[in-house]
């Protein structure tokens, strides 16, 4: 056997075996849940909660809190990051119910109490169970949507397929297969990943107001993601620039509050564009 042969199959043995370890401990890598054992009691100063458990059709247990405001003004649906559980994520709901929202946050399967086989199809399917039974008690006039991170593209699933008051994404990514693909650009990606997640392809029918929120010095995804998401439906989206923000401390600067509170306190307005300049060319 020639050596370029024998080199060959080396590269082909190492390729392959990549692939295969990608696929399989993808789900390792993408998720970082922390457990929580089925009797954890939730606390949070100054907050009431109420905790919840539902049931899916396969068998899975979705475990979630509500925090409540007094006299609410509508329901904020929060779907989280890939982190931990939402025993820590909870304290970002003082960020709604301050403004009078009710919040509502749930575990992924696997994640803090709630379990089941974890598949993109079955989180969504999950999250659609419990949209159902917000619109039970909610009109979804006042029913929003806020996705962080990897939620950003769960939330716009929802907001494609429901039609909320309005659809806020914070720090979102374009798809994750092309974050994936930044840093192993040589891996048939569109083949292996489970979870693509193609934020930009939901994004085309949504159909109720889009707010995004990113930060300039975002390593993890960068801000120009969002750039390109504002532009899928330019009539309907907005974006607000964190300038510094990274990905993980939006909420350490006081811009990031200000957004939110313009954002979710506001109510959209009707804008008369007669006598404006919106057709005069700048080289006239």
Known sequence: MSNWVYITL????????????LYLLQDFIMFKPEKLPVDFQFHYEN????????????GATINGLRFKSQDPKGVVFYLKG???????WGKFAVDFTRHGYDVIMVDYRGFGKSTGRRTQKAIKRDLQVIYNRIKENVKEQYIILYGRSLGS???????SMNNPRMLILDAPYYSLSKVAKKY?????????????????????????????IHGTDDKLIPYKTSVKLSKIK???????????????????????HKMLAEIISSKPKAVNLEGSSIH?????
């Not at 593209?153 to 907001?159: E, H, I, M, Q, R």
């Not at 005069?280 to 006239?284: A, C, E, L, R, T």
């Open 153 to 159: 593209g769960f939330a716009t699933k929802l907001a």
């Open 82 to 88: 890939n982190s931990k559980s939402i025993k820590g």
């Open 184 to 212: 192993i650009p040589f891996m048939p990606l569109s083949l292996l990943i489970k979870f693509p997640m193609p934020t930009y392809k939901w994004m085309r029918y949504v159909n109720c107001p889009v707010h995004i």
């Open 234 to 256: 330019p009539s309907l989206t907005r974006l607000y620039t964190v300038i510094g923000g990274g990905h993980k401390n939006l909420n350490t600067f006081e811009s990031y």
């Open 47 to 58: 907050q009431e909660i109420e905790e919840y458990n539902v049931e899916t059709r396969d």
């Open 280 to 284: 005069v060319k700048h080289s006239s």
């Open 10 to 21: 080396i590269v082909l043995v190492v390729y392959v075996t990549i692939s295969v370890l």
